[in-house]
């Protein structure tokens, strides 16, 4: 029995492996694209998500089925229940390139605008993180993990920036609005890609480290604000 459920255990994070692996190539060839102006790269972004899409499905069904056959606990009960947690956020991954490929089509011809726009260093630190969320899974590394969840404040800042660059840009020449617009979304697709490279990190680090973090700045500021109002009332 236990034999049966470590193979079962292996050929989970294999499938979650291989599907990490057709995203990382999504990602990789739109974020390309966006950098080069080569927009032929896009072909076949969309097509591969169906096998995204697939994988999503068979890990599903693998961790339900992990579960109600040998009803694991502690550490191998954490294990799949960072799988489902990791399958979603990877399989989001998926779509977040796809929705990327289709904005870096329409602006393929303002390499001027998306360079001064700096929203190419935005793209490869998502696509960084992103990498490292998924090596930190199959090393069990907490200390990469860290590293990801810290840089998702990076990537703010940049959103951030870009974002009132481009505001900018439509306000001095509007000529420039649709191509602005359309880096607009952009920016909040790679921005929500860092979000969910985090949320692969942190569950990382649950399954490791039985620790909870997800959320954990933000529980920290209604924490401190909750205070400061007790000192006031």
């Known amino acids: ?46 097509s591969r998500d169906m096998e995204v899409d697939a994988y999503d499905n068979l890990i599903q069904t693998q961790c339900e089925n992990i579960i109600a056959l040998f009803q694991p606990v502690a550490t191998d009960l954490r294990l799949v229940m ?29 390499r001027a605008l998306i360079v001064e726009s700096q929203i190419i260093d935005m793209a490869r630190t ?14 069990n590394d907490t200390e990469l ?44 697709h790679l921005e929500r890609m860092a979000d969910h490279a985090t949320n692969i990190a942190e569950n990382l680090v649950f399954y490791v480290e039985a620790k909870i973090i997800a959320h954990r700045k933000k529980t920290e500021r209604y924490v401190d604000s909750q205070e400061e109002k007790d000192k006031i009332d």
């Open 126 to 139: 998502s696509q960084t993180m992103l990498k490292n969320a998924i090596d930190s899974f199959i090393r």
């Open 82 to 110: 960072s799988a489902i947690m990791i399958n979603n956020n990877i399989e989001r991954c998926g779509d977040i390139a796809v929705n990327i490929s289709q904005r870096v089509k329409k602006t393929g011809n303002e």
């Open 145 to 188: 993990a860290s590293q990801v969840i810290a840089n998702d404040e990076t990537v703010d800042k940049m959103n951030k920036q870009i974002f009132s660059f481009l505001v900018a840009k439509m306000q001095s020449n509007p000529e420039l609005i649709e191509a602005c617009t359309h880096l607009v979304v952009m920016t909040r």
């Open 1 to 46: 029995m236990k034999e049966h459920f470590q193979g079962e255990i292996e050929e989970l994070k294999s499938n979650l492996i291989r599907m990490a692996s057709v995203v990382d190539d999504q990602v990789d060839k739109v974020i390309t694209a966006l950098e080069t102006g080569n927009i032929d790269l896009c072909k076949g972004v969309k």
